[in-house]
């Protein structure tokens, strides 16, 4: 029995019996473990390990239901890394089997002919439909493994086809239809064990039905899910003919997907990979956010030069504070919130500090020298009589930077380590403590340089 | 069939119809259209009502169940505004067949006084036991209405029982327990339904259970729902006996309310009541964070003030930057974060507009013109020579903050109404706004009163 001895102490446990078990070569141990494994789990299991040592584990998940899991539920970075390693006849198998919606959701992180690639392995499955619909539509997310049946046929050979069934993911309705395909009803798995056997499903079904259209957006799906507690809702077409459902699974996945970009947004990070290991795909997320308050602290530079009376080199010092604090304090912010999203939905780990804090340095290092570099030549054009001005502004904003980086992923991972709630690390607390450091700094180094 | 002609379209119709109905007191009319509506839009529009109009409408609700199910639906708010003005009678009708759980959610609302006087009205009910646990467990949020049968049971007796069952919330799975109620294994609906008739439920019956502690916070049921797609996951207490159960409905509502306290605070809001109307709950969720900013910003002025080496009234006001320029910045981002989160739960409507930026003035208004007393306070304290520096930077940072609050709350709401993603409006985008304001209208008080 699987109690939460905390989940992720039971990752720690299954990882480090896989470490050993490989150290061992003891294969067919490893195997019996994973076959005792959930998917999820074992998921985690394969983030864990070193990326060469990852191929030779997932080979030995024989079963190609299983294989189909694991790759589902794996990051799109870490399947990324070995789907190039597998053989093209088991990658057939295990792709194969997979859930349509997985399948589409798996497609999307592969560039074009790699994609196109991995379709030949499913041709004719209805996967190649679901194509079709854009993005985050309900289209998009549904499954069209549903279970539909005709009005007039009874509760008993509905039950005995539910019995037949190996291939529909959870069966929770059974969806009443016309000789169209239309939806007229939906009658639950408990309405339908509750009644005679005779009775047909015309009488049992309730025609009052929660449906959405296959270009409804997901956010709205989770909407309706969320407001009336369903556990799967019908996907219509533009003639009402059910051609999927969506759900209550996907559906949590859906809110976790928006919430996380919703944050991500409030901090401006844009839609950046959080789990993605790359300094480059970070900053290309994260440095449209940061140019716009770029700008402002110019603008409030200047503001600041041309409404002042008294224009001593002090004075321009000061007009340089809010861009540099501003500048520090939004990279800050951003480097925060990664860290604590990332903590909170489990996919940034506490012993990953050191990748994510090398990362962040990285970040923080190319948008602290480049910052760095434009603002000296942003005040060697505006104010060309003080010499030593760009240069101090310069290490001023790029030691900021790179420091707020630091102490933006280091506080809600200390705080994580100490049990207290790593989202009270961030906002003014954060931006308080880099506002100091800051100030210190810049003045520190004007007074070594000026 | 309610197809999404978006939900909030759904909502409009129903509150314009409810207000016509009212005004032609076609009462009638009215409890028929309640009659046919589900719970979750009729607590909405009990919410779009105006406070005193809401009690008779909730009247019209002759069906206990369904009176109990709207009242679990209504916000805290709402509801503390007519249980006062209810029967005794009804309101123990009500309270009686309310779920345990949600009858819980009630009562932390109320003062202690009135938590007991409701608790009067479903003595003997099995809620009492439940408030033994601690808020935001598995014990507090779970429900006892599971459904539990000794392993030797048969299939056939099983469906039979189900078929007997009203009162528990929604059968997903059949939890197989021994003589002392421990939780031996669980068999889910469909396997019920796949089996002959005879087979006993020991032989159906997975043992590899995914279950939970009356103690595990309900962060971990959530995380693990999500992780291994349960529909609902039992509870047992320390000698392993089933008490409850945490179905898949309300780990959804968990996921939410979790990630909205991160959101809020990820801007240093704390556990402010998102849907309050009281300026005076804001203030005090708010105030503490800025606290924490507004002492940062004062030493801040003190590390420029002893740093700096040419002391003019000048390098004075340019002191002030930071504190002035960042708590406002952190004002707005606490409005601007509400509106968002309130927007994205659907919790705050666009035409709520009014009613939201009046509070969020209050609040600024509060908080401006203390802060600027405290900060005029401040600057008398510690540079009694300069005698104007202390009105300016008080003005400066009341008109700032009154200003950021607004354009906080404004500006989400803009992007809501032009159809573009409120959430780009925060972060960076929105402090830079704020920045620049700021430093314009500081500047230019300066300018008119030294």
């Known amino acids: 029995m699987v109690t939460t001895r905390e989940l992720h102490e039971l990752d720690n446990i299954l990882l480090n019996t896989t470490i050993k078990l490989i150290k061992r070569r003891a294969t067919h141990n490893l195997q019996n473990l994973l076959n005792k494994t959930h998917v999820a789990d074992i998921a985690r299991i394969i983030h864990g390990l070193r990326p060469e040592e990852r191929p030779a584990v997932y080979e030995l998940l024989a079963d190609a239901d299983k294989a189909a899991g694991v790759l589902k539920e794996l990051s799109a970075e870490d399947r990324l890394g070995f789907i190039d390693s597998m053989k093209e006849e088991r990658l057939a198998k295990v792709l194969q089997v997979m859930a349509p919606d997985d399948f589409n959701d ?10 196109e690639y991995l379709l030949q392995f499913v041709k004719g499955a209805p996967s190649e439909d679901l194509l079709q619909y854009e993005e985050k539509t309900a289209g998009y997310i549904m499954t069209p493994h549903f279970f539909a049946l005709p009005e007039d046929t009874t509760a008993e050979y509905a039950t005995q086809k539910i019995r037949e069934l190996i291939d529909v993911e959870m069966v929770f309705y059974v969806y009443v239809v016309d000789d169209l395909g239309k939806l007229k009803g939906v009658v639950s798995l408990r309405q339908l064990v509750a009644t005679r056997p005779q009775t047909p499903l015309r009488d049992l079904m309730t025609t009052k039905i929660y449906s959405v259209n296959t270009f409804t957006e997901q956010e709205e799906v989770a909407r309706m899910v969320t407001r009336y507690n369903l556990l799967a809702v019908p996907v219509l077409d533009e003639d009402g003919i059910l051609v999927g459902i969506v759900t209550v ?13 919703d944050m991500l947004k409030l901090s401006g990070t844009g839609e950046v990979a959080l789990e993605s290991k ?8 994260r440095a449209p956010w940061l140019s716009v308050s770029w700008i402002g602290g ?4 200047l503001i600041l030069y041309y409404l002042s009376a008294d224009l001593t080199q002090w004075i ?21 919130t990664i860290t604590v999203r990332g903590l909170a939905t489990g996919e940034i780990q506490l012993k990953e500090i050191w990748r994510l804090l090398l990362r962040e340095l990285g970040v923080g290092a190319f948008l602290g020298i480049f910052s760095g570099l434009l603002l000296a030549g942003f005040t060697w054009l505006f104010f060309p009589g ?21 102490v933006g ?7 994580q380590r100490l049990r207290w709630d790593p989202a009270i690390a961030t906002g003014p607390f954060l931006t308080t403590v880099i506002d100091i450091i800051g100030v210190l700094d ?9």
Request: overall charge negative.
């Open 106 to 115: 798996l497609l999307v992180d592969f560039p074009d002919e790699k994609a």
């Open 249 to 261: 699974d996907d559906v949590i996945d859906v809110i976790r997907e928006e919430n996380t970009e």
């Open 278 to 285: 790359s300094v480059w795909k970070n900053l290309r997320a």
């Open 298 to 301: 110019l603008i409030a530079v």
């Open 316 to 336: 321009l010092l000061a007009a340089f504070l809010p861009i540099i604090m501003g500048m520090a304090g939004n990279v800050g912010t951003q480097s925060a």
């Open 386 to 406: 003080v010499t030593l001005l760009p240069i101090v502004v310069a290490f001023a904003i790029c030691a900021n930077i790179i420091c707020a980086a630091a």
């Open 409 to 415: 992923t280091l506080v809600p991972m200390l705080f």
């Open 442 to 450: 810049y003045l520190l180094i004007a007074r070594i340089l000026l």
